[in-house]
């Protein structure tokens, strides 16, 4: 655990009751040392009290360096005048450490703990040197052994008695600022997830549309998929920013799994991937190997992250007229995964350095964040699978990437889009879109009509719950952030008006579904999805079955 920064305010605080304490400590050992003995030496002690009342005056009107060491040096003097004098009763080296310790860690100023170093090596010269000869303070002797035990252990007592308190200061510093800490990253984690939510809003829209205009507009096939690469890469850089300031310890588990049939989903990566490299003039080999045409358990979040990182990178470091090779090897248990380039290449001394965050001093001309190739270790390690490099300067580079995977044989439940979709229109199916965005509700209610669905847009969350009165949806949209409600509220009320209704969440942020199922949610889309992945959430959840459940209901 890190030690807390003590601000001036707080240094001001504690000089003054470290300067209290030494105060009464020296008042209650001073008189109950010279009732115990009878020695004048303890009245010495009575003369810092008067040194440490002027620090105290000192602290209270702003003079709180000068009362910083003349605390320390006034503190560091009574426990070696006790040493010297009590030095055949009691050893105060051990308690003067303690203390010593304490203004340390409290303390801000490099300058202090060097001076406060020095007196402690001058205090224990001083105990040491007169604990041999005697020639600075003859120590008081005490004949009787009860009278020995008595005074050592008041002695003792009455110092962690009047100590405590500085225990009990700098706990309650710790805890104040373990709670500004929690605040503070509470407030930052909303910050950035607001801020993706607000970028990743528009690229959905800028896809959305660019692919409804691709689908009519003839001609322009090119164009429209370096707008869908542009944002796609934008898209990118945002998850990489967003999952690089998240904590280490509070990134999400890596347990959002979902069977995938492996050609389909691979072959979708090797059309994005083919498409950004044709814009750049360079050629794309893709090929699959081992058990293809298999289900695998993946998540797919993740996984999608790595190779779209591992690729954009090749992709950034090769010139056109060369290549970029994926390779996809599936065993039972293990994904493999090899990109390869021939561009650059990494000088062999700086290798190490290819994983820090935004380290751009290979090809620094090169556009990006930085942290392409941190996120996609962070992912595997997530994964627990392995990352190896091997490049050579000049030639190309390639990455390896193997990952524990499960793999089923088992046919995944075929549905018939066109009779499905025929069904939707016949039986007049409903949907709620629920959206503050504007373009992104449009752009989703257009999904769905085009589907066959009867639209029903709100804004806000009281005005979907107010329409509920008299429109009945069979699947409900909804953005995950709404100006008006919170998620976790809007989500609890909308599942109590609608228990048997499946919600999917449409969000620019990273959730888990497992978090959201207890409010009805059947499936979290992350705004850049596509009609097809609307299409196919229309098959799982609005087909003829799952309307006979909820008849019946």
């Known amino acids: 655990m890190c030690k807390p920064q003590i601000n001036e305010s707080q240094e001001s605080s504690f000089n003054t009751t470290m300067s209290a304490i030494t105060i009464a400590l020296c008042l ?19 003369f810092l009290v008067l040194a440490l009342v002027g620090v105290i005056v000192l602290n209270e009107n702003g003079k709180h360096l000068i009362s910083a060491y003349l605390s320390q040096s006034l503190h560091s003097l009574s426990f070696a005048y006790l040493g010297i004098v009590m030095e055949k009763v009691i050893d105060f080296s051990g308690m003067f450490l303690f203390l010593l310790t304490l203004s340390l860690l409290v303390s801000s100023s490099r300058r202090f703990r060097i001076y406060s170093f020095v007196l402690a090596g001058i205090a224990f010269f001083f105990i040491e040197f007169n604990r041999n000869n005697h020639v600075i303070i003859e120590p008081v002797i005490i004949e009787s052994e009860i009278g020995i035990i008595i005074v050592r252990w008041v002695t003792l007592a009455t110092i962690i008695l009047l100590n405590l308190p500085i225990f009990a200061y700098f706990h309650k510093i710790m805890l104040n600022q373990r ?16 801020f993706v939510h607000d970028l990743r809003a528009p690229m959905h829209s800028i896809r959305g549309y660019s692919k409804i205009l691709k689908d009519q507009i003839a001609g322009f096939d090119q164009e429209f998929d370096n707008i869908e690469n542009l944002t796609r890469r934008v898209e990118r850089d945002i998850d990489n920013l967003l999952v690089n300031n998240i904590p280490g310890d509070r990134i999400p588990e890596a347990d959002e799994k979902t069977w995938v049939e492996s050609t389909a989903y691979f072959n979708t990566i090797h059309q994005i991937s083919h498409s950004t490299c044709q814009a750049k003039g360079i050629e794309f080999n893709f090929q699959i190997t081992g058990s293809n045409d298999v289900q695998i358990q993946i998540d797919t979040y993740r996984v999608t992250s790595i190779l779209e990182n591992l690729i954009f990178n090749a992709i950034k470091f090769t010139e056109p007229y060369k290549a970029i090779k994926l390779i996809i090897n599936i065993t039972g248990v293990e994904l493999i995964i090899k990109v390869s380039d021939q561009g650059i290449g990494i000088p062999f001394r700086k290798i190490n350095e290819l994983f820090e965050p935004y380290n751009k001093s290979i090809g620094s001309q090169v556009s990006g964040t930085g942290l392409g190739l941190t996120i996609a270790k962070k992912f595997v390690e997530q994964l627990g699978g392995s990352i190896k490099v091997n490049s050579v300067e000049g030639f190309g580079t390639t990455f390896l990437i193997n990952l524990p995977i499960k793999t089923s044989t088992n046919e995944p439940p075929q549905f018939d889009l066109g009779n499905t979709l025929e069904m939707s229109m016949s039986n007049d199916l409903k949907a709620m879109v629920i959206d503050d965005d504007f373009m992104n509700a449009a752009l989703l209610k257009r999904f769905l009509t085009d589907i066959g669905f009867n639209v029903k847009v709100c804004h806000l969350s009281r005005e979907a719950l107010e329409s509920l009165k008299y429109f009945a949806p069979d699947v409900i949209f909804s953005d995950f952030h709404l100006p008006d409600e919170v998620p976790d509220m809007h989500f609890s009320i909308l599942h109590s008006k609608c228990p048997n209704i499946p919600i999917v969440i449409t969000t620019g942020s990273n959730l888990q579904l497992k978090n959201y199922k207890k409010y009805g949610i059947v ?11 609307v299409e196919n959430l229309i098959l799982l959840y609005c087909n003829n079955e799952l309307r006979g459940k909820r008849a019946s209901a």
């Open 523 to 533: 499936e979290i889309l992350t705004k850049g999805f596509l009609k097809s992945d």
């Open 28 to 46: 209650s050992n001073g008189t109950f040392l010279y009732l115990a003995t009878g020695s004048h030496k303890f009245v010495f002690l009575y």
């Open 179 to 194: 709670k500004s800490i929690e605040l503070a990253q509470r407030e930052r984690d909303f910050l950035v997830s607001q």
